[in-house]
């Protein structure tokens, strides 16, 4: 099968609601093409150069994600390419995406990432550095927090996925209580994007699954 073919039998297997997410990065704008055309809404993408030159020809409308790290001397260029940003994990990102949102006249979408596992090598804001982050986006005018996000460890038994995803649910859904616009709980890969969904997920990610597996040169 092809994207498009892949694209639709996900996309039929997951309630409406969920917004699928088609990581495109590693592919073409042709592939990105065709699995839009197929029906896909919203494209992921993990770096911001890679994003600013495939951009220039993808002659689609599209909702664009930025879902890598993103290094706060790339916050503009991040800021002029992509509508939701799922790597906020500093306050110091915060400040520049901010002030690069009030000058290129935004209010920029963002999800914290949150490094649930506590893996030391992944990016994601640690449970202890949270409030301070969450205290300082709900204050920035140019910010909107439109949710959470987590990049789950890649556990050989998938179910070990499960715990965390939780403990996400449970993040987002206390800050839900008093928040607007707070809705996009973003979890879950090729892997385990099943999981994430049965534990409330309401954005997932998926790559592999769609356009088959990423060829690195
Ligand atoms: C690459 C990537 C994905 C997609 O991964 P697949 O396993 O190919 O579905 C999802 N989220 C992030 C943050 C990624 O970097």
Same mark, same amino acid.
């Given at each position: %099968?092809?994207? *498009? !073919? /892949? #694209?639709? *039998? @996900?996309?039929?297997?997951?309630? !409406? &609601? @969920?917004i699928l997410v088609a990581v495109t990065k590693n592919h073409g704008v042709e592939e990105i093409r065709s *699995?839009? +055309? *197929?029906?896909?809404?919203? @494209?992921? !993408?993990?770096r911001v150069q890679e994003a600013a030159q495939k951009f220039q020809t993808l002659d689609r409308q599209v909702t664009r994600h930025l879902i890598g790290h993103l290094q706060t001397n790339k916050a503009k260029a991040a800021?002029?390419?992509f509508d939701v940003i799922h790597s906020l994990d500093s306050v110091?990102?915060?400040?520049?995406? +901010?002030k690069a949102a009030k000058n290129f006249g935004k209010v920029q979408d963002v999800l914290i990432q949150v490094n649930v596992a506590r893996e030391p090598q992944k990016s994601g804001v640690l449970e202890e550095d949270f409030d301070a982050l969450? /205290? #300082?986006? +709900?204050e920035? &005018?140019?910010?909107?927090?439109?949710?959470? %996000?987590?990049?789950?460890? /890649? #556990?050989?038994?998938? !179910?070990n996925c499960r715990p965390l995803f939780k403990k996400m649910r449970s993040l987002f859904?206390?800050? &839900?209580?008093?928040? &607007?616009n707070f809705d996009l709980l973003s979890m879950g890969m090729t892997h385990d994007y099943k999981i994430a969904v049965a534990e409330g997920a309401t954005v997932v990610r998926i790559?592999?699954? @769609?356009?088959?597996e990423r060829l690195y040169t």
């Open positions: %099968m092809g994207a *498009a !073919e /892949n #694209f639709q *039998a @996900i996309r039929a297997s997951l309630d !409406e &609601k @969920i *699995a839009i +055309d *197929a029906g896909a809404t919203d @494209i992921g !993408e993990n800021v002029s390419l110091h990102l915060a400040q520049a995406l +901010d969450i /205290n #300082f986006v +709900d920035a &005018k140019n910010l909107r927090l439109r949710g959470l %996000m987590t990049i789950a460890p /890649n #556990f050989s038994d998938v !179910e859904d206390a800050l &839900k209580t008093s928040r &607007k790559g592999t699954a @769609i356009f088959g």
